[in-house]
């Protein structure tokens, strides 16, 4: 988040602390941007999936959102951050994540998009001519 730094960035899931939910951590981020207004409340989920080879070969793989945090949750799909965060995109999104249905969630999604990107990363493999030895 860039008004608070980067926090919580990799220590989202644990950012209230010890035992905390999500909906104490959005409370906690909710409190801290209280004063923020919202062009200053910039956010963004990074993915990053790994893939090892036998061989100790690593490919990585990221996928990135870009968005707002609004100002309450609002609706009931996902988890984490999603009734908080609005992502940017053409259309000018003014839906949370929450209030996404799975799959456009999932088009828009930093998961998503690593997700798709290791899918053609694999898809190479299958019809490369390593893959057939």
């Keep these: 988040m860039d ?11 644990r950012w209230a602390g010890p035992g905390a939910d999500d909906r104490k951590n959005r409370e906690k981020l909710l409190s801290e941007l209280r004063s923020v207004s919202g062009g200053r409340r910039a956010a963004r989920f990074v993915c990053c999936i790994a893939l090892a080879f036998p061989d100790g070969r690593t490919e990585t793989f990221f996928g990135r959102v870009e968005g707002t945090i609004g100002f309450e949750p609002r609706g009931e799909n996902g988890f984490g951050y999603d009734p908080v965060f609005i ?15 799975g799959e456009e969630k999932d088009a828009l999604s ?11 990363y694999l898809a190479g493999m299958v019809g490369s001519p390593a893959h057939s030895r």
């Design 3 to 13: 008004a608070l730094g980067g926090a919580p960035g990799v220590f989202s899931a």
């Design 110 to 120: 930093h998961r998503g998009r690593a997700l798709r990107s290791l899918k053609n």
């Design 87 to 101: 992502p940017d995109g053409p259309e000018g999104h003014a839906r949370t994540f929450a209030e996404m249905a």
